[in-house]
């Protein structure tokens, strides 16, 4: 086969087996069944983790260390290709940790991991010689077999608090035999390690999975067999709601099943998980079938893991307007003491913290709509004003209006950002520069915690 196809093939190896399933689903080989997709949550609760820093795999044996360097690269791999994370970079976290600086505005959350345990098993097995009957004779075979077994575990470590997330403990094999010598240690040791580390996607975000449904059959008289046949025709042309009318045509003439179970199975398949349900319960009332509750019990997964990702998606609404809340506050509040022909200098003074910074957009968004003056952020001396505080550290009220009168500003309004943890929090601080004068300072409110 042309090696470019054979990569393409294994690259999309679910698109390919699904395709095969279905082939085999439709062609009347082995039972009659259908894929059906749905949606689950993560295994691990990562509501309002946007960023991630995936660290270096730590281990309790030196030997492990290149076993762990690839754990590594391949837990990055694998968070990335969820699409639900910004990889922030490792050696980052690290140089800020190694000057006891916080982490919490470059990332929400570090992945940290270790291998603890890695072996390899070897024997190997020697056939005798032997002369068949034309006399040829067989040398003895030696066949040398390796089995390799990684033990790690995983977690989430939350910037803002340091707690944990997990951990994830997985345990990896992985065997091989040859007759040319011992499979190599090193790609039995990847082998066993990738066979479960390939699943931390579903454990750090919601995933689409692909599972079957098998189609119930009803033998107990010709016309109920017919009219079956005759849906699952539908069925195979994909033809679902005919198919679906059909199958509960069958149930309310003949009190059918597994005629009501294809059913359900037929609006699982359309999305409808909840009809599929309904019409469950409803058959269960109706003929206390016991293989009913099966299917209950089913769609009550479901159901229960959709719930779960629609409250995940209202969290993570709710904190995204978290920062949305507290600019209006924030601007609301400040607005109260200005003079009314102001014109404001708005000061960050907590650079690279991505939250003040999208409050102070925010704010400055919100001053231009209601024609609130602004000193020009192209000002040549606020911009000389800035670069001095930024590397001045602490600055006493008095610079900070002796700055902003070079400037040309009337007010100033210093933002930024207080405490860690559950204590952090927006501080808010307006000044009076023709006054030299404070007009505001926020207070320990929980309405300007972040």
């Not at 999309?12 to 997709?37: H, I, S, Y």
């Not at 034309?134 to 030696?142: A, D, L, N």
């Not at 994830?168 to 035999?177: A, F, K, L, M």
């Not at 601080?429 to 300072?441: A, G, N, W």
């Amino acid at each position: 086969m042309n090696k470019s196809i054979s990569a393409e093939l294994a690259a999309n190896w679910k698109t390919v087996a699904l395709f095969v399933l279905m082939v085999l689903t439709f062609t009347g080989c082995g039972p009659t069944r259908v894929p059906v997709q749905v949606d689950r949550p993560s295994a691990l609760p990562t509501t309002g983790i946007k960023r991630i820093a995936v660290m270096p795999f730590e281990y309790d044996n030196y030997s492990y260390s290149d076993l762990a360097a690839y754990a590594t690269s391949i837990a990055a791999d694998e968070v990335r290709k969820t699409n639900k994370f910004t990889l922030v970079d490792a050696s980052e976290i690290q140089r800020l940790q190694a000057n006891n600086q916080s982490v919490e505005s470059y990332v929400d959350a570090m992945f940290i991991g270790r291998i603890t345990r890695a072996s390899i098993e070897q024997k190997s097995e020697t056939t005798q010689g032997y002369t068949d009957k034309k006399g040829r004779y067989y040398p003895p075979v030696t066949t040398y077999y390796s089995k390799a077994e990684v033990e790690f575990n995983y977690a989430l470590k939350v910037a803002r608090d340091g707690r944990l997330i997990g951990p994830v403990n997985r345990q990896g094999t992985s065997s091989r035999s040859s007759r040319d010598g011992y499979p190599s240690s090193e790609a039995l040791l990847r082998d066993a390690l990738i066979s479960q580390i390939s699943v931390i996607g579903r454990d750090v975000a919601p995933y689409k999975s692909t599972e079957i449904r098998e189609f119930a059959e009803d033998k107990s008289n010709d016309m109920i067999k017919a009219e079956m046949k005759q849906a699952m025709e539908h069925v195979k042309t994909q033809s679902y709601k005919l198919a679906l009318q059909s199958y509960l045509g069958i149930y309310e003439r003949y009190t059918s099943p597994p005629a009501a179970i294809n059913a359900s199975i037929m609006y699982e398949a359309m999305g409808d998980p909840e009809s599929a349900l309904k019409l469950m319960q409803k058959v269960y009332d109706d003929t206390g079938n016991p293989t009913i509750q099966v299917r209950i019990a089913i769609l009550n997964n479901i159901l229960a893991d959709k719930a779960k990702l629609a409250a995940s998606e209202k969290e993570e609404a709710q904190g995204q307007s978290s920062v949305d809340k507290i600019s209006v506050f924030a601007s609301e509040e400040i607005q109260k003491f200005l003079p009314g022909d102001t014109k404001i200098w708005i000061y960050n003074s907590s650079p690279g913290n991505a939250m003040v910074e999208a409050v102070v957009d925010n704010i400055t968004a919100s001053f231009i709509r209601k024609g609130i003056g602004l000193v020009d952020r192209q000002n040549a001396e606020l911009i000389k004003a800035e670069q001095e505080l930024q590397g001045s550290g602490s600055v006493s009220d008095e610079e900070m209006v002796r700055l902003g009168n070079a400037a040309g500003a009337k007010t100033i309004a210093i933002i930024g950002i207080t405490g860690t943890g559950a204590m952090r929090r927006l501080q808010v601080k307006v000044l009076d520069i023709e006054r030299s004068t404070p007009l505001f300072q926020s207070d320990t409110n929980e309405k300007w915690q972040l």
